[in-house]
């Protein structure tokens, strides 16, 4: 039998990468990426908080050594009386602003970790420095495996995860649910310990819902009737209530459709025995060997050629 033509080579290729993207080799994604909702999580009522900022003050004296700044060593305003930073930031992992729509209408809101269900994070990392709990469901960044890419600043939603820009030796920076501090200790996180109005209730997240929605049905007229995170991109483990609409509170409108799961079943699906890229690099070989090939026989074609002149 002949060798194969150059034809029937990319034939070959292109039906074993149209075998890899229907294959059923992908279930795994799927099947690991399920709602739990007896993992942990916080719930944020807007209406409670009245902006003292003692969850940001707490977050920073109790993680200042996994890498948030101590309130000592925290920037303040320019009158020097309070730390009030604009945003998440390499110092800063929990933040509570204020969004003003009317004289009459106003709400705060608390930006933390989501600690998605399905963390866009956690998929495009590729040294698992970003890892999920299967069982708290908490979100973790690990700065001994990070190198530093920030893929998982670009593929959050919620725009979370900050790096360390001033820092000589940089990490990324976000809310980790007090894994290694408060939630080891106490077994509740510093700012839901510390907040003196109940704004923040942490728990199961099965019986955060129930009590999100029985605030609902309660007070419908003092509620926006959603509860955001339930369902956005997969749900979350930190959920929201708020009077405000939320797209109006710096919330971004998702769907329910988690990124990461759509992104894994295309990389489990190409790169499933690393068949996909073994053959791309097979094709390749293949044309720059024939392309070598032909370009030595019409060298040795002009030589003849020269050779026969007077």
């Known amino acids: 039998m002949g060798k194969p033509s150059r034809r029937q080579f990319l034939k070959l290729v292109g039906a074993t990468g149209a075998a890899l993207l229907t294959g059923r080799g992908v279930g795994s994604a799927s099947e690991g990426l399920q709602v739990n909702n007896d993992t942990i999580g916080m719930l944020y009522d807007a209406t ?33 009386l309070w730390d009030a930073p604009n945003d998440l930031s390499g110092s800063t992992r929990t933040l509570i602003k204020l969004f003003k729509e009317s004289d009459k209408k106003w709400s705060y809101v608390k930006y933390s970790c989501m600690h998605c269900q399905k963390p866009s994070c956690v998929s495009v990392c590729p040294v698992s420095a970003m890892t999920r709990d299967k ?64 704004a923040i209730t942490f728990g199961k997240r099965k019986d955060l819902l129930a009590e999100a929605k029985k605030r609902l049905q309660e007070n419908p007229s003092r509620y926006q009737q959603h509860i955001y995170g339930e369902h956005e991109v997969g749900g979350t483990n930190h959920l929201y209530l708020a009077a405000m ?25 190409i790169y499933k025995g690393f068949i996909a890229p073994v053959a791309l690099y097979s094709t390749l070989c293949f044309i720059a060997v024939k392309n070598m090939k032909g370009n030595g026989d019409s060298d040795k074609k002009d030589e003849g050629e020269n050779h026969h002149e007077p």
């Not at 973790?140 to 995860?161: E, L």
């Open 135 to 198: 069982v708290t469901g908490t979100v973790d960044y690990n700065k001994n495996t990070c190198i530093g890419c920030r893929y998982c600043q670009v593929a959050c939603a919620f725009n979370i995860p900050k790096f360390q820009w001033e820092k000589a030796i940089p990490q990324i920076v976000k809310c980790d649910m007090c894994k290694n501090t408060n939630l080891a200790k106490k077994g509740i996180t510093a700012c839901a310990e510390t907040c003196p109005v109940g």
């Open 245 to 269: 609409e939320f797209n109006k509170l710096g919330l971004p409108a998702l769907k329910s459709e988690a990124p990461a799961e759509f992104s894994e079943k295309i990389q489990h699906t």
């Open 48 to 80: 409670r908080c009245v902006g003292c900022k003692a969850c940001m003050s707490a977050c920073k004296r109790v993680n200042s050594d996994s890498g948030s700044l101590s309130y000592e060593q925290a920037k303040f305003d320019t009158d020097g």
